[in-house]
């Protein structure tokens, strides 16, 4: 591959709702540049773009894929994005390091829940941006609905650059509104436009200049004088309106027919801006913040916005260079970790595919092999020029599952798996969850877990076993209560005694354990009150109620009596210990559940269904409002039931709501749900002791 400077590259992401056409519009535009022989299909797990495993299985996108496409003397690094709302990491990631996006349509479906998703992305990251109604020779293709469902959601000005030249079995190619001719095919050469759409792409033309003059304030003042604008003109005033935002051209494709093509990169190339036509990237350096242009002679700043491990490739670390550039077989400086790494020999990224390249210029995307400490979000720079580039931000994952591992040896494995998995995922984390003794693995959805599982199987040879997490629950008590225990234990020569009586009662839950010693004229010598507190702490650790752990309780011992042979540390733990169990189950001990604070955001139309599923999950709603065409929703909701809510919510709203959730308070379960938790916890020890 080729050597291209800062202005000849476009990093270009391609985003959409799932199926819109993304992975088979790369596919047709490699094979119409002479990159592949043959095209290939989603269908057969034959295309470039989709190589992984899983992917070719499950016939979708599960992670970004650069594919540069060489046209024109340019270097087009288009980033095919999964469509399925699970894996949004995916598509944050890409646009982190895009400088435009291309929005796909379905020509029959229109804008759907991936579409507004990717959009409202593209606003946070301030992507110029082209819509492409694809698939226009679908059954039921239908382009004016299509472009009116976009301009409705969009609340931007959206103007055809090109019109369908036919509809569905007819599709054929495109008209062309800035050189007002008709491209056939793949649409290499032009031909006079059909006499019956004449009229049409006239009338679409005049939209299409005046646009074009609003994007640059002497080309308005050129329009209005003349009333019109040379071909060139029109290019330079649409360049303007996209940096702009204040238009954005439509285009229309039929990828797996290849229709559409060169126009459609022709514009790529002409209005899409190169890295150097970008405002310039903003890094913390030594002294503040630090503006970075595009310039092979700046200081050097990399981000690295992927990485992925395989067992026979090892790891790969995907990166973009914002500022400086790259050469093989070099050293950086990972300002991130603080570690200098060794960058063996570059690459350019083709699917699986690996170009060895010796320079990569500024702007570029590449990748390099066996980085040993660096990941996703790292930024690569000089150690006497430290800088850091920021890191977006990535929605919180919140479908939760327990994971345990499926064979003995699989348990020693699984610290380091799940940390890899969530090193290569932004939108993966895990934790230990000491109050259930779960390991807990969270994601964005149920088939983002399934492939983080697989993947963990497949790359890692770890087997894992998800399951539905228990609720952390607390145990507490809700009033005073005393207790004493002897222990005593005789077994020829010495023996074990020690006697305690102690007080209990309630502190907030969010207190742990408050000791207090009032034992006065040495009933028990005070070199034995920690070995009590260690047994009530062990107690604490594993409760009395449920199993849960207890918090909120004040603990007084104020008696007992200690044997001058007898009295052993151990001999006080136990009793420390089975005094206070006696005690707990007198002081009225109950649960204690964790709480959430819950924002929902839904379509207005599906406001009453939301909220009556709230009522069943015993939601305290706190605040109802609404914002451009959608409710959102305030409410304090139970964790236990929330477990599942991400599929709950997607099945009413169709996709379109989300919510966000974090950690509020602990409240008391109430009295029918507690002896329901109680009985199944129980069960599930007695079952634990027979086994």
């Given at each position: 591959?080729?050597?291209?400077?800062?202005e000849?590259?476009?990093?270009v992401?391609?985003?959409s709702h799932?199926s819109?056409?993304k992975?088979?519009?790369?596919?047709?535009?490699l094979?119409?540049?002479?990159?592949?022989t043959?095209?290939?299909?989603?269908e057969d797990?034959?295309?470039v773009s989709?190589?992984?495993?899983e992917?070719?299985r499950r016939?979708?996108?599960?992670?970004?894929?650069?594919?540069?496409?060489?046209?024109?003397?340019v270097?087009i690094n288009?980033?095919?994005?999964?469509?399925y709302?699970?894996f949004?990491?995916?598509?944050i990631?890409?646009l982190?390091?895009?400088?435009?996006?291309?929005v796909?349509?379905?020509?029959?479906?229109?804008?759907?829940?991936?579409t507004?998703?990717?959009?409202n992305?593209c606003?946070q990251?301030q992507?110029?941006r082209?819509?492409v109604?694809n698939?226009?020779?679908?059954?039921n293709?239908?382009?004016?609905?299509a472009?009116?469902?976009?301009q409705?959601?969009s609340?931007?000005?959206?103007?055809p650059?090109q019109?369908?030249?036919?509809?569905k079995?007819?599709f054929?190619?495109v008209?062309?509104?800035?050189?007002?001719?008709?491209?056939?095919?793949?649409?290499?050469?032009?031909?006079?436009?059909?006499a019956?759409l004449?009229?049409a792409?006239?009338?679409?033309?005049?939209?299409?200049v005046?646009a074009?003059?609003?994007?640059?304030?002497?080309?308005?003042?050129?329009?209005?004088?003349?009333?019109?604008l040379?071909?060139?003109e029109?290019?330079?005033g649409?360049?303007?309106?996209?940096?702009?935002?204040?238009?954005?051209?439509?285009?229309?494709?039929?990828?797996?027919?290849?229709?559409?093509?060169?126009?459609?990169?022709?514009a790529?190339?002409d209005?899409?801006?190169?890295?150097a036509?970008?405002p310039?990237?903003?890094?913390?350096?030594?002294?503040g913040?630090e503006?970075?242009?595009?310039?092979?002679?700046?200081?050097l700043?990399?981000?690295?916005?992927?990485?992925?491990?395989?067992?026979?490739?090892?790891?790969?670390?995907f990166?973009?260079?914002?500022?400086?550039?790259?050469?093989?077989?070099t050293?950086?400086?990972?300002?991130?970790k603080?570690?200098e790494?060794?960058l063996?020999t570059l690459n350019?990224?083709r699917?699986?595919?690996?170009?060895?390249?010796?320079?990569l210029?500024?702007?570029d995307?590449?990748?390099?092999?066996?980085?040993?400490?660096?990941?996703?979000?790292?930024?690569?720079c000089?150690k006497a020029?430290?800088?850091?580039l920021?890191i977006?931000?990535?929605?919180k994952?919140?479908?939760?599952?327990?994971?345990s591992?499926?064979?003995?040896?699989?348990?020693?494995?699984?610290t380091?798996?799940?940390?890899r998995?969530c090193?290569?995922d932004m939108?993966?984390?895990?934790h230990?969850?000491?109050?259930?003794?779960?390991?807990?693995?969270?994601?964005?959805?149920?088939?983002?877990?399934?492939?983080a599982?697989?993947?963990?199987?497949?790359?890692?040879?770890v087997?894992?076993?998800?399951?539905?997490?228990?609720v952390?629950?607390?145990?507490?008590?809700?009033?005073?209560a005393s207790a004493?225990?002897r222990?005593?234990?005789?077994?020829?020569?010495?023996?074990?005694?020690?006697e305690?009586?102690?007080?209990?009662e309630?502190?907030?839950?969010?207190?742990?354990?408050?000791?207090?010693?009032e034992?006065?004229g040495g009933?028990?010598?005070?070199?034995?009150?920690?070995?009590?507190q260690?047994?009530i702490?062990?107690?604490?650790?594993?409760?009395?109620?449920a199993g849960?752990?207890?918090?909120?309780i004040k603990?007084?011992?104020?008696?007992?009596k200690?044997?001058?042979?007898?009295?052993k540390p151990?001999?006080f733990?136990?009793?420390?210990?089975?005094?206070f169990?006696l005690?707990?189950?007198?002081?009225g001990p109950?649960?204690?559940?964790?709480?959430?604070?819950?924002e929902?955001?839904?379509?207005?139309?599906?406001?009453?269904d939301v909220?009556?599923d709230?009522?069943?999950?015993?939601?305290?709603?706190?605040?109802?409002?609404t914002?451009r065409?959608?409710s959102?929703?305030?409410?304090?909701?139970?964790?236990a039931?929330?477990?599942?809510?991400?599929t709950?919510?997607?099945s009413l709203t169709?996709?379109r709501?989300f919510?966000?959730m974090e950690?509020?308070?602990?409240e008391?379960?109430?009295?029918?749900i507690?002896?329901?938790i109680?009985?199944?916890?129980q069960?599930?020890?007695?079952?634990?002791?027979t086994d």
């Amino acid at each position: 591959m080729k050597e291209y400077t800062t202005e000849s590259i476009r990093n270009v992401a391609l985003v959409s709702h799932s199926s819109a056409g993304k992975t088979m519009l790369t596919e047709a535009f490699l094979h119409f540049t002479g990159a592949t022989t043959r095209l290939g299909r989603v269908e057969d797990g034959s295309t470039v773009s989709d190589f992984d495993e899983e992917e070719i299985r499950r016939g979708i996108s599960l992670y970004t894929s650069v594919i540069p496409i060489e046209y024109r003397d340019v270097k087009i690094n288009f980033l095919d994005t999964p469509g399925y709302t699970d894996f949004i990491g995916e598509v944050i990631s890409a646009l982190r390091v895009a400088d435009s996006a291309l929005v796909l349509l379905d020509s029959v479906s229109g804008v759907e829940v991936g579409t507004e998703i990717a959009w409202n992305y593209c606003n946070q990251f301030q992507l110029p941006r082209f819509v492409v109604i694809n698939k226009m020779d679908r059954e039921n293709a239908n382009f004016q609905k299509a472009l009116a469902s976009i301009q409705e959601f969009s609340e931007v000005r959206l103007v055809p650059v090109q019109l369908p030249w036919g509809e569905k079995q007819n599709f054929q190619g495109v008209i062309d509104l800035i050189t007002m001719k008709a491209y056939k095919g793949e649409g290499k050469t032009a031909v006079e436009i059909p006499a019956e759409l004449r009229a049409a792409a006239e009338e679409a033309r005049v939209a299409l200049v005046e646009a074009a003059a609003e994007g640059d304030d002497e080309l308005l003042e050129k329009y209005l004088e003349s009333g019109s604008l040379s071909n060139e003109e029109i290019l330079r005033g649409l360049r303007g309106a996209i940096r702009n935002h204040t238009a954005y051209p439509v285009f229309v494709t039929a990828a797996t027919a290849e229709i559409g093509l060169a126009p459609l990169l022709d514009a790529i190339v002409d209005l899409l801006p190169s890295p150097a036509e970008m405002p310039p990237a903003r890094a913390m350096g030594k002294d503040g913040e630090e503006e970075l242009p595009a310039s092979d002679s700046g200081p050097l700043a990399v981000y690295v916005w992927k990485t992925t491990a395989d067992p026979f490739v090892g790891r790969q670390t995907f990166f973009r260079i914002y500022s400086g550039f790259l050469a093989s077989d070099t050293r950086v400086w990972n300002q991130s970790k603080g570690v200098e790494e060794r960058l063996g020999t570059l690459n350019v990224p083709r699917g699986k595919e690996l170009f060895p390249v010796k320079v990569l210029h500024c702007g570029d995307i590449g990748v390099v092999p066996k980085l040993s400490e660096t990941v996703t979000g790292n930024t690569l720079c000089d150690k006497a020029h430290p800088l850091t580039l920021p890191i977006p931000e990535y929605p919180k994952a919140l479908y939760q599952v327990a994971i345990s591992p499926k064979t003995q040896a699989d348990s020693a494995k699984i610290t380091p798996t799940l940390t890899r998995l969530c090193e290569e995922d932004m939108t993966l984390s895990w934790h230990m969850e000491p109050a259930t003794n779960q390991t807990i693995l969270q994601g964005m959805g149920d088939q983002h877990i399934e492939v983080a599982v697989r993947r963990a199987e497949t790359k890692f040879q770890v087997g894992l076993v998800i399951s539905e997490p228990k609720v952390p629950y607390l145990e507490a008590i809700t009033k005073k209560a005393s207790a004493m225990y002897r222990h005593k234990k005789q077994t020829g020569g010495a023996g074990q005694f020690g006697e305690v009586h102690l007080r209990i009662e309630p502190l907030t839950p969010d207190q742990e354990l408050e000791f207090v010693w009032e034992v006065f004229g040495g009933a028990i010598s005070s070199s034995f009150a920690p070995s009590i507190q260690k047994g009530i702490q062990s107690v604490m650790k594993e409760g009395v109620l449920a199993g849960y752990p207890i918090r909120g309780i004040k603990v007084a011992v104020y008696d007992g009596k200690e044997h001058p042979v007898d009295s052993k540390p151990i001999a006080f733990e136990i009793a420390g210990r089975e005094a206070f169990k006696l005690a707990f189950k007198d002081a009225g001990p109950v649960l204690y559940e964790p709480i959430m604070k819950v924002e929902i955001i839904v379509p207005e139309a599906n406001m009453g269904d939301v909220l009556g599923d709230l009522n069943s999950r015993r939601a305290r709603v706190l605040g109802m409002n609404t914002e451009r065409g959608r409710s959102v929703i305030t409410a304090l909701v139970p964790l236990a039931e929330m477990l599942r809510y991400t599929t709950q919510l997607r099945s009413l709203t169709g996709g379109r709501g989300f919510f966000t959730m974090e950690f509020y308070n602990y409240e008391m379960v109430p009295p029918h749900i507690q002896q329901e938790i109680v009985a199944t916890r129980q069960k599930e020890l007695q079952a634990q002791r027979t086994d």
